[in-house]
């Protein structure tokens, strides 16, 4: 079955120290797109690829970074610049264009500094 | 700038009843929306989508309304269950979007028996 995975599920992140999300997925989409999540807020995005080895910062994209080496794979470090990590992350994917299937999101990873 | 909003953030429904959630947006435009679920602890999942050329969609227990005139989109679920609880996001894409949506911040529902 085609999906879009991300891992892991949880994560504790120490001070100073950079981690890495995962998200793959395998539904040929051409865009992918990192959210995160705060408890009583809406979506907000992080980074974004429309194709490989090409991506944009979103509205919240300090203290991120990304890469796009595969059609498949958008992995999303978060840095030691990030000053306030905690939070729940969402990758997402979808057709680039105007298909209108909307985005597929994976499962989420809950990023806890510790 | 232009965003999606709702009006109520907690929505409490007995099992059984309909519930209504509403949603505002401000984009002019937007012309293509889409509600998702939500559950804890989980991404959000696809429930129904409306285009801008219709007022109306249903699908299972679902129905989606939109009224352009004054950029209100709402979602009834018909008998309510207890499955049903989660976090409804209303979002919306604009013409003038190649593919990133917008997406409002999300009403809880809560099912009570």
């Known amino acids: 079955d085609g999906g879009i995975t991300q891992s892991p599920k949880y994560l504790f992140r120490k001070e100073g120290q950079n981690v890495t999300l995962s998200c793959e997925q395998n539904?040929?989409?051409?865009?992918m797109y990192w959210y995160r999540q705060d408890p009583g807020q809406g979506l907000r995005l992080i980074y974004y690829?429309?194709?490989?080895?090409?991506?944009q910062k979103g509205d919240i994209a300090e203290g991120y970074s990304v890469s796009r080496e595969k059609k498949e794979s958008f992995p999303l470090t978060v840095t030691s610049a990030q000053k306030n990590p905690t939070a729940f992350y969402l990758c997402?994917?979808?057709?680039?264009?105007?298909?209108?299937?909307?985005?597929?999101f994976g499962s989420g990873t809950r990023l806890t500094v510790v | 700038g232009e965003s999606v909003g709702l009006h109520l953030p907690t929505l409490s429904v007995q099992e059984g009843d309909n519930s209504i959630i509403n949603c505002a947006y401000s984009n002019s435009a937007s012309d293509y929306f889409i509600w998702y679920k939500q559950e804890s602890g989980k991404g959000p999942q696809f429930i129904i989508d409306i285009r801008s050329n219709m007022d109306k969609r249903q699908g299972q227990r679902v129905t989606v309304l939109l009224n352009k005139t004054v950029k209100h989109l709402s979602l009834q679920i018909a008998a309510t269950q207890p499955g049903d609880s989660a976090v409804y996001f209303c979002a919306e894409l604009g013409t003038d979007s190649w593919g990133k949506f917008q997406f409002g911040a999300g009403t809880q529902v809560v099912v009570t028996p």
């Open positions: 539904l040929n989409h051409d865009a």
């Open positions: 690829s429309q194709i490989v080895n090409d991506f």
């Open positions: 997402a994917s979808s057709m680039f264009d105007r298909t209108g299937y909307g985005y597929t």
